[in-house]
């Protein structure tokens, strides 16, 4: 089949971009869509053009690199469904595909297709881990942790970190990805400790990011090609509630600080 | 040269207990004063950065992904092993340590192999305690099921994302870290040479993918963790980023690399489907377990799979290996698809496929079951194939999935460049020929987690090198090497894309060094690959320029790599007259089965670089044996699956 592209060229983050009409020719429904702008791309290396700029790594689903909006829908809007792993059967000769970066404040485009997601490391940093050093743990078994309960932990934690959920969100909201990592370690008793700092250090992070505020509309669900519930979200406002509540500091005392003290001694 | 692995002395199981008396420690206020180098974050990466930072090391960390949570490691499916015996099924350090050392075809030490056995205990320790949701029973303890054939239930598993778990868990710990300011990380970076200054391997050159900037960074110890180089075969499992470049060039400045032949083929992926093919998918080896593989027994027949009877199909996995049938080792289960496809006789596009079929499977058990315990695979191949595996056949076929080899390394995870570290599927220390489903992630984590701090350390307490510094010529002088090289790639525009020369390597790697080599083959993909590399140099063509991002450019730099080392590969293939776990020779088999030849062969191979299109130096590590005898691996009955 031969298609139409519309696709978003912009030459760096300070450029300002376009859409470009580009012919993608011969191309079979086996494909994948990235698979298509590879082969659109090696023709525009021999001509001598710029190919395309386009995130992707695994290739399967799971690592969240490719990010592309597909007519407007994060990673072509089929269920359970990252851009890599959309097929062109979807397709049919002559149609028109709008293929276009993700849209947010928080993700600003680096070139092309490929925006700066640093943002969720950063809101990750903020507290998305259970602070337990590495040797010393104690035997794996000695705390059960219910089925139901490591299963819904699991269910959050399937989040890729592929940012789906702001672009779809008409404010840009980060929520989804944040209730996920909130909820996947606030859930098991080994996350508890940390419960009321994670949430609002990892909360106040999102908001110095730039995302925007949920209006509970629900796209970001919509669209997680790892099927992260909305409910997440729900909990999450509950444990920043609980920490509110409980008035604690915002930030949690940084217990390296200590360490650094103690390194200061000459010891030797 | 001598290869010193610096085993240490005493009893097996006393071995790394002994070893962690004797390493030399360095005070917490020497700590912040080392400069450790990190190159890659997935499992051994990540783990290695988060307790390097933790015990106070200045760390930095480098990975070419926009976020080091992509790294190849989240996309095992399978498990983690580890010796708990929570079933009570009799498993014990010591079976994890005899299956794995057996399953490498006794072309691993003795010593890193139990060792890894040791630590498969800690491991799950840890992650449990860094909140990775392991699966787990009504009781609320945690699950096993067994694996690839094994005999105990050793395996623990969260859902089909085990890698995915475990990577987020090593993240989340080494993001805690840059938190602290104990670890600074460098996401879209790549590494392009190592630099050595008076013989220590003291820092690296990067490029910033976003500005294209060439510079140096200088460090008291570099660690590679860049795992594997199945990407010589263009089409792996492996991600598109994957790469030998790192490792390659640590070998280029005199690290040996060892093992390179020894790559693993796994049968049950989804197949080829056209030239356009960027990769391939992997489907959980389970799948055989309820599934029946079969090919039409006439070559050329195009019918439907559900048209053709029952008595014109060859289950030839249950015709030639009666006893265990469809859950022949991959390596068996591999080479047999390919013979039946040579003949013609293979399915789907291409004809490069062997059918799945689980209709016998439903009609036992019911679609319910056979749903429940494969759903998610079902739904995975029916979104890349479009076609619905309950109704009809799925196909499969092997595709390069891990690779053995890897740069040397003693064990203290050390290359023999003094400073240079190699961990996970970098270096080549732990799997012999051949590794268990479910060992990857043990080991990664066992090497970042619970080896490398301790040994790093006492590198650091008896090197005593003076600290470098980005100054120094040597770094100049590489920096000036890479300026060069990049300024040569683009300067050939010529008229073929590297896309299209990588896919030519790979095909002439995967005929010719593939699941089964010959010295004939071999020797022909010695001749070809310098005849692609040669025109590559000729015919390149790379669109932009270096000072911006400019993914054509990183492409094709690893792909420049990857041609001069697939002559390695296909080199060390050759001398290798044995076969043994990955590494088939046709010559040496017996009724079909691979000979290995132990009296001359139980060595590990270590290969030392002399200049492009220079044959390499070739150093021998024996291998000794004193706790296991050196059996062959035998297929004859059920109970023996490895």
């Known amino acids: 089949m031969n298609l139409t592209l519309k696709v978003w060229r912009q030459k760096d983050a300070s450029s300002q971009g376009y859409l470009e009409t580009i012919e993608a020719k011969d191309i079979n429904q086996y494909m994948s869509f990235l698979e298509m702008l590879d082969v659109v791309n090696e023709h525009l290396i021999v001509e001598g053009k710029e190919p395309i700029s386009f995130e992707s790594d695994c290739r399967e689903g799971i690592c969240g690199a490719c990010s592309c909006a597909i007519n407007g829908k994060p990673h072509g809007g089929h269920k359970g469904t990252t851009t890599c792993q959309l097929h062109m059967r979807y397709f049919k000769d002559g149609d028109t595909i709008v293929i276009e970066p993700w849209r947010s404040r928080a993700f600003p485009v680096i070139k092309d297709l490929i925006v700066d997601r640093s943002a969720f490391d950063r809101i990750i940093q903020a507290g998305g881990y259970i602070s337990v050093n590495t040797g010393g743990a104690h035997d794996a078994n000695s705390i059960p942790v219910s089925k139901e309960i490591a299963e819904t932990a699991m269910d959050a934690a399937a989040c890729i970190g592929c940012g789906a959920c702001v672009a779809s969100c008409k404010n840009g909201s980060a929520m989804l990805f944040v209730a996920a990592k909130v909820s996947h370690l606030n859930l098991l008793p080994q996350g508890k400790p940390e419960k009321d700092y994670r949430v609002k250090n990892m909360v106040t992070q999102m908001d110095e990011e730039g995302f925007g505020n949920c209006t509970n509309i629900g796209s970001c669900a919509e669209v997680c090609p790892k099927e992260v519930d909305l409910k997440f979200i729900a909990k999450m406002n509950r444990d920043y509630g609980l920490a509110i509540l409980k008035g604690e500091s915002r930030h949690k005392p940084d217990t390296i600080s200590i360490q650094a003290e103690l390194s200061e001694l000459p010891i030797d | ?345 293979g399915v789907g596009p291409g004809g490069r496929g062997v059918y799945l079929d689980f209709s016998e499977a439903i009609k036992r058990l019911g679609k319910r079951k056979i749903s429940e315990r494969y759903g998610n695979l079902f739904e995975m191949y029916e979104r890349i194939t479009g076609e619905n595996g309950y109704e009809q056949p799925m196909r499969i076929y092997p595709a390069p999935h891990y690779t053995m080899g890897g740069l040397w390394v003693d064990y203290n995870l050390m290359s023999n460049i003094p400073g240079l570290f190699v961990l996970g599927e970098a270096n080549f220390s732990d799997h012999g020929a051949n590794r268990l ?157 691979a000979k290995r030849n132990d009296e001359q062969f139980a060595y590990v191979a270590a290969w030392e670089y002399q200049g492009i299109g220079n044959k390499p130096i070739l150093h021998k590590e024996p291998l000794y044996y004193e706790y296991v005898q050196m059996a062959t691996r035998s297929y004859k009955s059920m109970t023996d699956l490895l």
């Open chain 2, 1 to 345: 040269m001598k290869l010193d692995a610096k085993i240490p002395s005493g009893p097996l199981e006393l071995k790394w207990d002994k070893h962690r008396s004797d390493l030399k420690l360095i005070a917490p206020a020497n700590k912040r004063k080392c400069d450790v180098i990190i190159v890659g974050t997935g499992l051994a990466g990540a783990s290695a950065a988060a307790s390097l930072g933790e015990l106070g090391y200045n760390v930095k960390v480098f990975c070419f992904q926009d976020s080091p949570r992509r790294a190849h490691s989240v996309a095992a499916q399978g498990g983690i092993n580890a010796a708990k015996n929570y079933q009570n099924d009799g498993d014990s350090i010591y079976r994890l340590f005899y299956d794995t050392i057996k399953g490498g075809d006794f072309r691993s030490r003795e010593a890193n192999v139990f060792r890894l056995a040791q630590l498969s205990l800690n491991i799950i320790d840890q992650c449990v305690a860094q909140g990775v949701p392991f699966a787990r029973d009504y009781g609320g303890l945690l699950d096993n099921r067994s694996f690839g054939g094994a005999q105990v239930s050793r395996t623990f598993y969260a859902r089909g994302q085990t890698g995915q778990q475990l990577l987020l868990g090593a993240y989340q710990s080494m993001m805690r870290q840059v938190a602290h300011g104990r670890v600074k990380l460098y996401p879209r970076t790549d590494m392009l040479d190592l630099v050595l200054i008076n013989g220590h391997a003291k820092g690296i050159i990067v490029r910033d993918l976003i500005t294209g900037e060439i510079s140096s960074v200088a460090g008291d110890a570099v660690i590679l963790a860049t795992g594997g180089y199945s990407n010589v075969f263009f089409l792996s499992t492996n991600a598109k980023g994957c790469n030998v470049s790192a490792i390659y060039r640590a070998y280029k400045k005199g690290a040996l690399f060892a093992n390179p032949c020894f790559t693993q083929i796994h049968p049950t992926c989804i197949p080829v489907s056209g030239d356009y093919q960027s990769k391939l998918t992997l489907m959980s080896e389970s799948l055989r377990n309820d599934g029946r593989i079969w090919v039409p027994k006439k070559p050329g027949d195009t019918r439907h799979p559900n048209d053709i009877p029952e008595d014109e199909r060859d289950y030839f996995l249950e015709r030639k290996y009666p006893s265990y049938g469809n859950l022949a080792p991959r390596d068996i289960a591999s080479r047999a698809a390919k013979e039946v496809c040579d003949e013609e006789r």
């Open chain 2, 437 to 593: 489903g479910a060992s990857a992630l043990m080991q990664g984590l066992a090497d970042g987690y619970f080896i490398i701090p301790y040994t790093i350390g006492h590198y650091f307490a008896t090197a005593k090198e003076p600290k470098s510094s980005v100054n120094n010529p040597e770094f100049k002088k590489a920096e000036k090497d890479v300026v060069n090289m990049i300024k040569k790639l683009l300067s050939v525009k010529g008229k073929r894309s590297a896309v299209s020369f990588h896919k030519e390597l790979g095909r002439v790697m995967w005929d010719n060094v593939g699941m089964t080599r010959s010295r004939q083959s071999l020797e022909t993909a010695l001749k070809r690959v310098p005849e692609i590399r040669d025109e590559f140099w000729q015919n390149v063509i790379v669109s932009g320029v270096n000072e911006t991002l400019n993914q054509d450019l990183e492409n094709t730099i690893r792909i420049a790599d990857f041609l001069e080392f697939a002559e390695l590969l296909a080199l060390d293939a050759l001398e290798r007259e044995e076969s043994c776990g990955g590494h088939f020779r046709v010559e040496y088999q017996e009724n079909g089965e």
